[in-house]
């Protein structure tokens, strides 16, 4: 059988890979401080006997997209929103620290401050806890204030700080659960020059135009890898009947 139905076959395989990021951006596409995965076709001589005249298709990831989402009014005293570069602070499912653009916070039934897909919010000593309080501040510099229970909405207690951090983009790598980490898995340091504003959600920065052409485009081609290896099949069976007839 020729090779080039493994080359065909290899370029179906990577098609695929690379429609299920676009698909996972733009499943994404509503969903607060995302960020796109960015990914791009490698070609991969193949080597042996004789010259590497055949290449194989290779997917691969290169990062994410780190430009910016557009920003919304909420209105809403839980949702911030990071203004230029840096990122909040959060615990990761596996207890280490990492790093989100996303800002629509709530507090859980244990009182502790946390993201809409539930990591817990990191303040100057671990998970910001919240106690019950009849109003919830949150400052630019990531300050939370709270006015106790039956206090006056004058009286205001400070709590804690959201940590704020600003590593280099070359510095971060994102993980399958959406979060970023430092490369090497040491935690950034809190930066006061990163600052928030309250009431404002940043949104996705996947273009959900370009995902939807991108999703057409990966199907076209997987189109043809599938017709390239029924031509490949139709070759074999055509060489092995002229065989017999010799």
């Not at 994404?28 to 004789?50: E, K």
């Amino acid at each position: 059988m020729d090779r080039f139905l493994y080359l065909a076959m290899t370029g179906a395989k990577h098609n695929l890979q690379a429609q299920q990021h676009t698909s996972h951006n733009l499943a994404n596409a509503n969903t607060p401080g995302f960020r796109a995965d960015l990914d791009a076709y490698l070609s991969a001589p193949v080597y042996g006997p004789g010259l590497p005249s055949r290449v194989y298709s290779q997917e691969t990831g290169i990062g994410a997209d780190m430009s910016g989402g557009t920003m919304m009014n909420t209105g809403r005293d839980l949702d911030i929103a990071v203004q230029g570069d840096g990122w909040i602070a959060v615990q990761a499912p596996d207890g280490a620290e990492a790093y989100t653009r996303r800002g629509d916070l709530r507090i859980n039934n244990a009182g502790l401050l946390e993201t809409g897909s539930g990591e817990l919010v990191m303040g100057n000593n671990g998970p910001v806890a919240i106690p019950p309080a009849d109003k919830v501040e949150i400052g630019n510099d990531g300050t939370i204030s709270i006015v106790p229970l039956g206090q006056d909405a004058n009286v205001l207690a400070v709590l804690d700080r959201i940590k704020l951090v600003d590593p280099e983009p070359n510095q971060l790598e994102k993980g399958a659960d959406g979060l970023f980490r430092l490369v090497g898995g040491d935690e950034a340091v809190a930066d006061a020059g990163v600052t928030i504003a309250s009431g404002v959600l940043e949104g996705s920065n996947v273009n959900t135009v370009d995902a939807l052409v991108q999703m057409i485009d990966n199907a076209r081609q997987f189109e043809t890898y599938v017709k390239l290896m029924s031509t490949a099949k139709e070759n074999d069976e055509v060489s092995t009947r002229l065989l017999r007839q010799s």
